[in-house]
């Protein structure tokens, strides 16, 4: 059974489920290209059909237990999202991504923080996996931070930059935390 859909408060954060209204908010987050080109799987430019129906079955994902989406709220705005997907056999990637205007003040890491601590807790998962663009060491230091462990480096294909890239891959297992 999934755990019910409520917020998570930080130091500084609001981690809420995300509704089908944030779609908007995250088509304009995602409408810049230094955002979505640290992202393995958005479309750029940004795709604002494909955005919404993303966000339409978020719920429905929640309650089916397949993926928990957060959006990340600093001063009532929401600035990006935090999310555990491809949950299978008691294993989950965590995923983040940031509004620009967000980046370097840690909220990746106090937002994915929460996340990994709900993963493990909540939903009972017992490994995390997540990986980064190779040219972005900003991701990998959160990932470091939070106690995630290199695992290798992999080429992948990214759909907004329409080429293969190589990218960091990481676990983290609950027993760690």
């Known amino acids: 059974m999934s755990p019910p859909r ?13 509704f089908a209204t944030d779609a908007e908010r995250a088509f304009e987050i995602q409408s810049d290209w230094e955002v979505t ?7 750029f430019p940004a795709d604002r059909q494909a955005t919404l129906d993303w966000f339409a079955d978020h719920e429905r994902e929640w309650s089916a237990g397949e993926a928990y989406r957060f959006a990340v709220e600093v001063a ?12 299978k056999d008691g294993e989950g990637d965590l995923g983040y991504w940031l509004d620009r205007a967000a980046w370097g003040r840690g ?22 996996k997540s990986g980064h663009a190779a040219d972005n060491p900003a991701s990998g230091r959160v990932l470091a ?7 290798d480096i ?23 935390r």
Do not use: H
């Open 154 to 176: 992999v080429e992948r294909f990214s759909r907004p930059r329409g080429e293969t890239i190589r990218q960091c891959r990481y676990v983290l297992a609950s027993a760690c």
């Open 76 to 87: 009532g705005r929401m600035v990006g999202l935090v999310d555990v997907d491809e949950i």
């Open 37 to 43: 080109r640290m992202l393995r799987m958005a479309s």
């Open 107 to 128: 909220y990746a890491f106090e937002a994915a923080n929460a996340v990994v601590r709900f993963a493990f807790g909540e939903i009972g998962l017992s490994m995390l």
């Open 6 to 18: 409520t917020e998570i408060r930080t130091d500084r954060l609001v981690l809420r489920p995300t």
């Open 145 to 151: 931070k939070l106690g995630f462990v290199p695992v």
